[in-house]
C-alpha cells in the first residue's frame, strides 16, 4: 500500500477567500493593544531609571533624540488606531453604524483618522 502526500496547503480556507476588513481590523486592534502594553511597560522602567540614575536624559535621550522622535511617533500611530477602532466597537455594541455598506468605509476612515493625527503632531513635533 502506497501513501502519497500530495502538496496541498492544510487549511485552503485562508488561501482561498480575501481577507476581510473587520477581520484584519480585529488583528491590527489586538496586535497594537499588545505592543502598547509592551511599550508603555518598557517606557515605564526607562522613567524609573532616569529618576534614579538620570541616565536616561544625560546619555539616551541627548544622543538618540531622532530615534526617541521615531519611536514616539509610531507609539503615537498605533495608540491613535487602537483608541479609534475601540471606538468603533462601542459604537457597534450600542447598534450603531452596523449596515455592511459602511463597514469598510469605516475602516479606512479610521486609518486615515490615525494617519491625519500622525501627520499633524509630527508637524508640532
Same mark, same amino acid.
Given at each position: 500500500?502506497?501513501? =502519497?502526500?500530495?502538496?496541498?496547503?492544510?487549511?485552503?480556507?485562508?488561501?482561498?477567500?480575501?481577507?476581510?476588513?473587520?477581520?484584519?481590523?480585529?488583528? *491590527?486592534?489586538?496586535?497594537?493593544?499588545? !505592543?502598547?502594553?509592551?511599550?508603555?511597560?518598557?517606557? /515605564?522602567?526607562? /522613567?524609573?531609571?532616569?529618576?534614579?540614575? $538620570?541616565? !536616561?536624559?544625560?546619555?539616551?535621550? +541627548?544622543? =538618540? =533624540?531622532?530615534? *526617541?522622535?521615531?519611536?514616539?511617533?509610531?507609539?503615537?500611530? $498605533? !495608540?491613535?488606531?487602537?483608541?479609534? $477602532?475601540?471606538?468603533?466597537?462601542?459604537? *457597534? +455594541?450600542?447598534? !450603531?453604524?452596523?449596515?455592511?455598506?459602511?463597514?469598510?468605509?469605516?475602516?479606512?476612515?479610521?486609518?486615515?483618522?490615525?494617519?491625519?493625527?500622525?501627520?499633524?503632531?509630527?508637524?508640532?513635533?
Amino acid at each position: 500500500m502506497r501513501v =502519497y502526500i500530495n502538496n496541498r496547503p492544510i487549511s485552503p480556507h485562508l488561501l482561498i477567500y480575501r481577507p476581510q476588513n473587520s477581520s484584519l481590523g480585529s488583528i *491590527w486592534h489586538r496586535m497594537t493593544g499588545i !505592543f502598547l502594553l509592551l511599550s508603555v511597560s518598557f517606557l /515605564l522602567i526607562n /522613567l524609573k531609571c532616569s529618576l534614579t540614575f $538620570n541616565f !536616561f536624559n544625560r546619555v539616551v535621550y +541627548d544622543n =538618540y =533624540y531622532y530615534i *526617541w522622535t521615531f519611536i514616539y511617533l509610531f507609539l503615537l500611530l $498605533n !495608540f491613535s488606531y487602537h483608541f479609534l $477602532n475601540g471606538l468603533r466597537h462601542i459604537l *457597534w +455594541d450600542f447598534g !450603531f453604524l452596523l449596515y455592511v455598506q459602511n463597514l469598510s468605509y469605516l475602516f479606512f476612515f479610521i486609518i486615515f483618522l490615525s494617519f491625519m493625527i500622525l501627520i499633524i503632531n509630527s508637524i508640532y513635533l
